[in-house]
C-alpha cells in the first residue's frame, strides 16, 4: 500500500526547483504524493500545523515532519 | 543512468530518525544514495561546503541543496 508524503508549501519562488526535485525524486511505487499551497489552500493550515510543520517548505512523511530550507513561518501564513 | 543523492550529516541524534525516512524514501530506481557523516569524515568538508551545504542534516540532490530540518551550522564542524 502507498503512503501519502504531503508536501506543504507557499508559493515561495525560490524554493520551487527544490520543491520539485524533492517531490519527483520520492519512490512513486511507494509514495503519493500530494503537494498542498498553503497560501491558496489556507483552509489546510490547521491540518499542517496539527503534523507540526512549522514552516514551509516541508514534507510530511510518514508522520516526520521535514522542514527542508526555510521559506516562511506558517504562523505568518494566518 | 542512477544520479546520486549525497546525504550530509553529523550523527545529530534526533535527526536520525528523519534521515532514514529521507534517504530510503527516494526512487531507488533512480537514486544511488551515499550517507556522509562529516563529523568523522572530517575530510570531506570542504566537498561538502562547495556543493553549498551550510548546515546539516542536508541532501544533496542534482546539484541542488535541500537543508533539512536543523542539526548544525556546517561552520561548527570545522
Known amino acids: 500500500m502507498k503512503s ?3 508536501f506543504y ?3 515561495c519562488p525560490v524554493c520551487v526547483t527544490a520543491e520539485r526535485q524533492l517531490t519527483t525524486a520520492l519512490d512513486p511505487a ?3 504524493v500530494e503537494v498542498v499551497h498553503l497560501g491558496q ?3 489546510r493550515l ?3 500545523e496539527r503534523a507540526g510543520v512549522k514552516s514551509v ?6 508522520g516526520t515532519v521535514l522542514h527542508i530550507n526555510h521559506g516562511a513561518d506558517v ?4
Chains 1, 2 share one sequence.
Open 9 to 11: 508549501h507557499a508559493g
Open 4 to 6: 501519502t508524503a504531503t
Open 30 to 32: 511507494r509514495f503519493e
Open 41 to 43: 489552500a489556507r483552509h
Open 57 to 62: 517548505p516541508a514534507l510530511v512523511l510518514g
Open 75 to 78: 504562523a505568518a501564513l494566518r
Open 46 to 48: 490547521a491540518e499542517a
